[in-house]
């Protein structure tokens, strides 16, 4: 019964039904979903909005946006080829919800962020989740090691030998300055240093992927590269060319390897810097 009533409940915040975003403050949290879902949503949904079918579905016109309880719960554990994003906020997933049931035609009604953390709050059962930073050494050496003759074979045609932007071993990380959140940073053209693809270690690659878990990049990788093949590789090869990224980006090493287990790498964070992570 609690299930079934935290779900009227999140169904009867939902400002407007079937009606287009109108509030002041639903055009706020629409513009706030919209940089969201940039950050975070747009290379596998598409700016479109007609996404990469079957993996990726279109969200323009599709009608299982009505079921807010399926957004937030996909938003914040994932389904399928979809990553979780346990980094976003209630507020978060509320701009990201209205601006996903609003853009491209859709006419679902904008969302309350309250109405995201009770049902948050009954899905967690009040369990914190622990996140960690791709700072904190979440690979190994020797899994860099194996990651580089993959590199090679698979990506370096395509995003240059030595993916880093702008030459030297990790010396893009402390010589970019910060920019908003944007996969059109990893293919910045002023920073130059890279082939035909965007660099996939640096600063460059860190700052366009900052906020974004581990499993994201890795769900893209697996969906998408090689280019020419894309799921071609192992799940294990993926998270070992990773490995060799995050080395070529003077990542910290640790003592234990990635793992091809999303569950797993929703929990790592891409950042620009060391931070101090925690929820």
């Known amino acids: 019964m609690r299930k079934i009533g935290l779900i009227a409940l999140v169904n009867i915040l939902v400002l407007g039904a079937a009606s287009v975003v109108a509030e002041e403050s639903d055009k706020e949290l629409f513009a706030q979903g919209n940089a969201l879902f940039d950050a975070n949503c747009v290379l596998c949904h598409q700016s479109s909005g007609k996404g990469i079918p079957p993996a990726f579905p279109a969200l323009a016109g599709n009608k299982n946006l009505q079921d807010l309880s399926l957004i937030v719960t996909n938003i914040h554990k994932g389904q399928g080829a979809m990553p979780a994003f346990p980094q976003l906020s209630a507020e978060e997933i509320a701009a990201l919800a209205t601006y996903i049931r609003n853009a491209w035609g859709n006419e679902f009604g904008g969302v309350r962020s309250e109405a995201v953390a009770a049902f948050l709050a009954d899905q967690d059962g009040g369990e914190a989740v622990e996140l960690r930073s791709v700072w904190d050494g979440v690979y190994t050496k020797e899994q860099a090691n194996r990651g580089e003759p993959l590199y090679a074979k698979n990506c370096a045609e395509c995003h240059g030998d030595t993916p880093v932007a702008g030459g030297g071993f990790g ?44 499993a994201t990049l890795y769900q893209y990788a697996r969906t998408s590269m090689p280019q020419d093949n894309p799921g071609s590789l192992s799940d294990q090869q993926y998270v070992d060319i990773i490995a060799y990224m995050f080395g070529l980006t003077d990542l910290p090493t640790g003592v234990s390897e990635l793992l091809p287990d999303v569950q797993e790498l929703n929990a790592i964070i891409i950042e620009p810097v060391a931070t101090k992570l925690g929820m």
């Open 171 to 214: 010396a893009p990380i402390q010589s970019l300055t910060e920019s908003e959140p944007s996969f059109l940073l990893v293919s910045d053209p002023e920073v130059g240093g890279f082939a035909s693809a965007p660099p996939l270690a640096g600063g460059v690659f860190l700052r366009g992927w900052k906020g974004q878990t581990v």
